[in-house]
């Protein structure tokens, strides 16, 4: 079955380090996305993706960074810029971008110790 | 970009149909309905959308109001397992989504 995997599934870090969290689908999407999502809160834009090797910033792109080589993955890195890293982070595609019907992963959440 | 309101939470009981509002007085011409829903600690997942007829797949219907400032989304019989956040996006082609708090639908046994 086609979709979206996350991994880790929890994720803690200690203050100062960076970490990369992973997604990957087999859905041959071409835009990809990643939002954090805070406790009680709806969903926030970190980096979305049109095509291969190709990002933008969305709404809180301060502290993070991406990469697209490969159609499939699009990792985020939380950089030890961001300051507030704890959160539930999600992926998520689409066939094109901002197409309706996007597929998201399962989520990660990271912990900050 | 709050261009919907639902109400925070909702109960309904197993087996009975729940009526979810929204609110999109706003709405323009171009922009579709969309709603997702989030059972806790999992991502959310797509469930229907529309832009000026109703329409209906095997999870849920969507009623637009004849105005497009109001839509419910229904889902018939209702069970434990659409205990969830409900979310309602009102969006254009080309714009991003923008999830709001949503609603919480308690499903009672």
């Known amino acids: 079955d086609g979709g979206i995997t996350q991994s880790p599934k929890y994720l803690f870090r200690k203050e100062g380090q960076n970490v990369t969290l992973s997604c990957e689908q087999n859905?041959?999407?071409?835009?990809m996305y990643w939002y954090r999502q805070d406790p009680g809160q709806g969903l926030r834009l970190i980096y979305y993706?049109?095509?291969?090797?190709?990002?933008q910033k969305g709404d809180i792109a301060e502290g993070y960074s991406v990469s697209r080589e490969k159609k499939e993955s699009f990792p985020l890195t939380v950089t030890s810029a961001q300051k507030n890293p704890t959160a539930f982070y999600l992926c998520?595609?689409?066939?094109?971008?901002?197409?309706?019907?996007?597929?998201f992963g399962s989520g990660t959440r990271l912990t900050v110790v | 970009d709050a261009k919907t309101t639902q109400p925070p939470s909702m109960d309904c009981a197993e087996g009975r149909a729940a009526n979810l509002p929204c609110n999109h007085s706003?709405?323009?011409?171009?922009?579709?309905v969309y709603w997702y829903r989030q059972i806790h600690s999992q991502g959310p997942q797509y469930i229907i959308h529309?832009?000026?007829n109703n329409e209906t797949n095997e999870m849920a219907s969507l009623i637009i109001t004849e105005d497009r400032k109001s839509s419910t989304l229904i889902l018939p019989h209702a069970t434990l397992r659409d205990t969830a956040v409900y979310y309602c996006?009102?969006?254009?082609?080309?714009?991003?989504?923008?999830f709001g708090t949503g609603t919480s639908l308690t499903v009672i046994p």
């Open positions: 996006i009102v969006k254009d082609t080309g714009n991003q989504f923008y």
């Open positions: 529309g832009l000026k």
């Open positions: 998520a595609s689409s066939p094109r971008l901002f197409l309706g019907g996007y597929t």
């Open positions: 706003t709405i323009s011409g171009n922009e579709y």
């Open positions: 859905l041959n999407h071409d835009a």
């Open positions: 993706s049109q095509i291969v090797n190709d990002f």
